[in-house]
């Protein structure tokens, strides 16, 4: 782990050209024991090889290979110029990270580097951020994730399936850091709860790293919003799915659309013959042509930042959606158009990438892709991988979730279970506050305890999800009726008919 210290970061500074920039950067590693003089002259010889220059106004200056026996200890700086630094080709650099590495551990630096950069956010904050503190934070990953975002929204999805729907959500939620292993495990085996208006909601207590919605939508406008819930600041966003209008609107918006309705911001109401137009479902990518491509590293210290600069703009002439996933260290696909993300893979001599390209010039870019890759990238190769480089075609795919099953509330009682009801006496009902702090009261026993809206003949449903109990429509005088099994059940039933009794904090 790269740990900084405000020796490593100069903020607010400022550089009439990259080269002045570079300078700085090079007399701080130099100031902190980082490297000897000289290295600045690897530095403007890497430059002119391959911008350096990765995206969301972040370069990444080092030196070559001729210059690392000046590297002393490995480390970073970092300067900021919240001004801006023209980097060449109509870039803004505002965060420069120069970096001096004694050995291939230049792309376990990287890796740590991009994968908490390539949030544009994350970067926008680095760029303007007058904290230390903040900084550091942010750059090492410690800032909050965004509780909505346009990436966890997929539109378009082929499939009527909402466990097929769970899974992208579950799967975006996951590579985005929101939630761990055991979330996409759980929330597998449950079903969604139907709010109405062909909108659905599923969420589970188990594995919730960070606050976030992730929005799922098939052609015919079936929407899934798959809740991780870290704590209870979500309650605003969910009480107002409890509305019809916001419910029919998420079943149309675009993806900024949905978040900024989601914010409680107004969108124009849609329905018009030129809304359903802008919104009207487009090919999705199972629809198009489909190219799958596994390609050997033949670099000898892999992909470093110039190799994968050139294999980024062997891609961009093609209008395919390109993916890339490094098999060997088993990382999820991310963007092989952004540099940032390609480096962050850690590809080393002799891993294998897989390629997924869809779109009608597919399987050409996968072609000139594998090119480049035996071109070496840039670079003098003469590795030859044991197993040849492949390309396969494939036609249209339907989103499958083999072997996975979910779980409907079973309504039966057995006879180790214990069951209540109670008469809801909240004057505005079950809302997102009351909610909680019943969550919160059966979440302190030991026992598997569902719930249902008796005067609403609703399915039973876990006790232990906020959303669930808010998507209940529970209104004053509704009775609820709670099953419970295991070692507290009994004491959970009695809690949760006091905290019913004593109206839910209101």
Same mark, same amino acid.
């Given at each position: 782990?790269?740990?900084?210290?405000?020796? @490593?970061?100069?903020?607010?500074?400022?550089?009439?050209?990259?080269? *002045? #920039?570079?300078?700085?950067?090079?007399?701080?590693?130099?100031? @902190?024991?980082?490297?000897?003089?000289?290295?600045?002259?690897?530095?403007?010889?890497?430059?002119?090889?391959?911008?350096?220059?990765?995206? @969301?106004?972040?370069?990444?200056?080092?030196?070559?290979? *001729?210059? $690392?026996?000046?590297?002393?200890?490995?480390?970073?700086?970092?300067?900021?110029?919240?001004?801006?630094?023209?980097?060449?080709?109509?870039?803004?650099?505002?965060?420069?990270?120069?970096?001096?590495?004694?050995?291939?551990?230049?792309?376990?630096?990287?890796?740590?580097?991009?994968?908490?950069?390539?949030?544009?956010?994350?970067?926008?904050?680095?760029?303007?951020?007058?904290?230390?503190?903040?900084?550091?934070?942010?750059?090492?990953?410690?800032?909050?994730?965004?509780?909505?975002?346009?990436?966890?929204?997929?539109?378009?999805?082929?499939?009527?399936?909402?466990?097929?729907?769970?899974?992208? @959500?579950?799967?975006?939620?996951?590579?985005?850091?929101?939630?761990?292993?055991?979330?996409?495990?759980?929330?597998?085996?449950?079903?969604?709860?139907?709010?109405?208006?062909?909108?659905?909601?599923? *969420?589970?207590?188990?594995?919730?790293?960070?606050?976030?919605?992730?929005? #799922?939508?098939?052609?015919?406008?079936?929407?899934?919003?798959?809740?991780?819930?870290? *704590?209870?600041?979500?309650?605003?966003?969910?009480?107002?799915?409890?509305?019809?209008?916001?419910?029919?609107? %998420?079943? $149309?918006?675009?993806?900024?659309?949905?978040?900024?309705? %989601?914010?409680?911001?107004a969108v124009q109401a849609v329905g018009s013959a030129q809304d359903l137009a802008n919104t009207a479902p487009q090919p999705t990518a199972c629809e198009q042509d489909k190219a799958i491509g596994t390609f050997t /590293?033949?670099?000898?210290?892999?992909?470093?930042?110039?190799?994968?600069?050139?294999?980024?703009?062997?891609?961009?002439?093609?209008?395919?959606?390109?993916?890339?996933?490094?098999?060997?260290?088993?990382?999820?696909?991310?963007? =092989?158009?952004?540099?940032?993300?390609?480096?962050?893979?850690?590809?080393?001599?002799?891993?294998?990438?897989?390629?997924?390209?869809?779109?009608?010039?597919?399987?050409?870019? %996968?072609?000139?892709?594998?090119?480049?890759?035996?071109?070496?990238?840039?670079?003098?190769?003469?590795?030859?991988?044991?197993?040849?480089?492949?390309?396969?075609?494939?036609?249209?795919?339907?989103?499958?979730?083999?072997? %996975?099953? =979910?779980?409907?509330?079973?309504?039966?009682?057995?006879?180790?279970?214990?069951?209540?009801?109670?008469?809801?006496?909240?004057?505005?009902?079950?809302?997102?506050?009351?909610?909680?702090?019943?969550?919160?009261? /059966?979440?302190?026993?030991?026992?598997?305890?569902?719930?249902?809206?008796?005067? $609403?003949?609703?399915?039973? /449903?876990?006790?232990?999800?906020?959303?669930?109990?808010?998507?209940?429509?529970?209104?004053?005088?509704? $009775?609820?009726?709670?099953?419970?099994?295991?070692?507290?059940?009994?004491?959970?039933?009695?809690?949760?008919?006091?905290?019913?009794?004593?109206?839910?904090?209101?």
């Amino acid at each position: 782990m790269l740990n900084l210290s405000a020796n @490593n970061i100069c903020l607010n500074s400022s550089a009439q050209t990259k080269e *002045d #920039a570079i300078r700085l950067v090079a007399q701080g590693l130099i100031a @902190n024991g980082n490297v000897n003089e000289g290295y600045q002259n690897g530095m403007f010889a890497r430059e002119a090889q391959t911008s350096t220059f990765l995206g @969301n106004g972040i370069a990444i200056p080092h030196g070559t290979l *001729d210059t $690392r026996e000046l590297v002393q200890q490995t480390g970073v700086q970092v300067y900021q110029f919240p001004q801006g630094v023209e980097w060449g080709e109509g870039n803004i650099a505002y965060v420069v990270i120069g970096i001096a590495a004694k050995s291939d551990e230049h792309l376990t630096i990287l890796r740590q580097l991009t994968s908490v950069l390539g949030d544009e956010a994350a970067a926008e904050k680095l760029a303007q951020t007058q904290s230390i503190e903040e900084f550091i934070a942010i750059f090492q990953g410690q800032s909050t994730l965004p509780v909505l975002s346009e990436t966890l929204v997929s539109l378009n999805l082929d499939s009527n399936s909402l466990l097929a729907l769970t899974a992208v @959500n579950a799967t975006n939620l996951q590579e985005k850091g929101y939630v761990n292993q055991q979330f996409i495990s759980d929330i597998l085996n449950d079903e969604p709860t139907a709010l109405g208006d062909n909108l659905f909601v599923n *969420d589970c207590a188990g594995g919730n790293l960070h606050n976030g919605i992730a929005i #799922a939508r098939n052609q015919q406008g079936k929407t899934l919003l798959t809740i991780a819930m870290k *704590d209870d600041s979500l309650q605003p966003i969910l009480s107002c799915l409890l509305s019809v209008e916001v419910r029919q609107q %998420l079943t $149309r918006l675009s993806a900024a659309e949905m978040v900024a309705c %989601l914010s409680g911001k107004a969108v124009q109401a849609v329905g018009s013959a030129q809304d359903l137009a802008n919104t009207a479902p487009q090919p999705t990518a199972c629809e198009q042509d489909k190219a799958i491509g596994t390609f050997t /590293v033949r670099n000898e210290h892999g992909l470093h930042a110039r190799p994968c600069a050139v294999l980024v703009q062997t891609l961009k002439p093609f209008e395919a959606k390109v993916s890339v996933e490094n098999l060997d260290r088993q990382s999820a696909p991310v963007n =092989a158009k952004s540099t940032m993300r390609v480096v962050a893979l850690g590809a080393t001599k002799g891993q294998r990438l897989r390629f997924v390209a869809e779109g009608q010039d597919a399987q050409a870019a %996968l072609q000139a892709l594998q090119q480049a890759f035996i071109n070496g990238l840039g670079e003098s190769v003469s590795f030859v991988p044991s197993v040849e480089d492949s390309i396969e075609v494939v036609g249209q795919t339907a989103m499958q979730a083999d072997g %996975l099953k =979910a779980n409907i509330a079973n309504e039966s009682i057995a006879s180790n279970e214990q069951e209540a009801t109670f008469t809801v006496k909240n004057e505005h009902g079950l809302h997102a506050r009351p909610s909680a702090v019943l969550v919160n009261e /059966v979440k302190k026993y030991k026992a598997t305890v569902q719930v249902q809206n008796v005067d $609403r003949q609703s399915p039973l /449903v876990s006790a232990k999800s906020l959303m669930k109990i808010v998507a209940l429509g529970v209104q004053k005088g509704h $009775r609820l009726r709670f099953v419970a099994s295991g070692e507290d059940a009994e004491q959970a039933l009695a809690g949760i008919g006091e905290a019913i009794a004593n109206g839910l904090g209101e």
